[in-house]
């Protein structure tokens, strides 16, 4: 949960920052190409986010590294993360601000969990239905989570549709649990 909170206001400090200076494009492209380089290879994030090394050394490490290869906003960006020790969470923060950039875009990213993959049809259904809701282009992203074990969890910026056979056990669950047998 820690996370989604620092992502969202480190996410929406950066946005802010490089729309008002018209650097919103370049932003999404080094940061996603930053976000790349660091899922094929942790050490950078595992370096910048560990307790054991200096704050000093981390500074200098990003100056050097991205002195040359990002704008200087976003190495002053990347220092702040670890001057205030929310390095770690920086595919986070990356993450949001893509769906920030994204959204203004008139795009938006939904995730969906099902229990099983679903069928081209679905997926072209539940985009068209989602596209209708909210009058934007629809980018699915799709995960598989066995333990839902049947109908699916739709999340949508900050809104989640929870319509898993699972969440509605554990309803069911809470409601017996509070019915008074005489």
Same mark, same amino acid.
């Given at each position: 949960?820690?996370?989604?909170? *620092?992502?969202?206001?480190?996410?929406?400090?950066?946005?802010?920052?490089?729309?008002?200076?018209?650097?919103?494009?370049? @932003?999404?492209?080094?940061?996603?190409?930053?976000?790349?380089?660091?899922?094929?290879?942790?050490?950078?994030?595992?370096?910048? =986010?560990? /307790?054991? &090394?200096?704050?000093?050394?981390?500074?200098?490490?990003?100056? $050097?590294?991205? =002195?040359?290869?990002?704008?200087?906003?976003?190495?002053?960006?990347?220092?702040?993360?670890?001057?205030?020790?929310? @390095?770690?969470?920086?595919?986070?923060?990356?993450?949001?601000?893509?769906?920030?950039?994204?959204?203004?875009? =008139?795009?938006?990213? &939904?995730?969906?969990?099902?229990?099983? /993959?679903? $069928? /081209?049809?679905?997926?072209?259904?539940?985009?068209?239905?989602?596209?209708?809701?909210?009058?934007?282009?629809?980018?699915?992203?799709?995960? *598989?989570? /066995?333990?839902?074990?049947? =109908?699916?969890?739709?999340?949508?910026?900050?809104?989640?549709?929870?319509?898993?056979?699972?969440?509605?056990?554990?309803?069911?669950?809470?409601?017996?649990?509070?019915?008074?047998?005489?």
């Amino acid at each position: 949960m820690i996370a989604q909170e *620092v992502a969202k206001k480190y996410s929406r400090a950066l946005f802010m920052s490089t729309r008002q200076r018209g650097l919103v494009d370049e @932003a999404y492209e080094q940061f996603s190409d930053l976000k790349a380089t660091m899922e094929k290879d942790a050490s950078l994030l595992k370096f910048l =986010g560990s /307790p054991k &090394v200096e704050e000093d050394q981390k500074l200098q490490l990003l100056r $050097t590294v991205f =002195g040359e290869r990002m704008e200087l906003l976003f190495v002053e960006f990347l220092a702040v993360l670890v001057r205030k020790h929310r @390095a770690m969470y920086l595919i986070e923060v990356i993450d949001e601000f893509n769906r920030l950039v994204e959204f203004e875009k =008139g795009i938006n990213r &939904v995730t969906v969990i099902t229990a099983v /993959p679903l $069928t /081209p049809e679905e997926e072209t259904s539940l985009i068209a239905t989602m596209a209708t809701k909210t009058g934007k282009k629809i980018e699915l992203e799709r995960k *598989v989570e /066995p333990g839902l074990i049947g =109908g699916m969890v739709v999340i949508m910026a900050d809104e989640i549709i929870d319509g898993s056979v699972k969440y509605g056990l554990s309803r069911l669950e809470e409601k017996l649990y509070k019915v008074k047998v005489h």
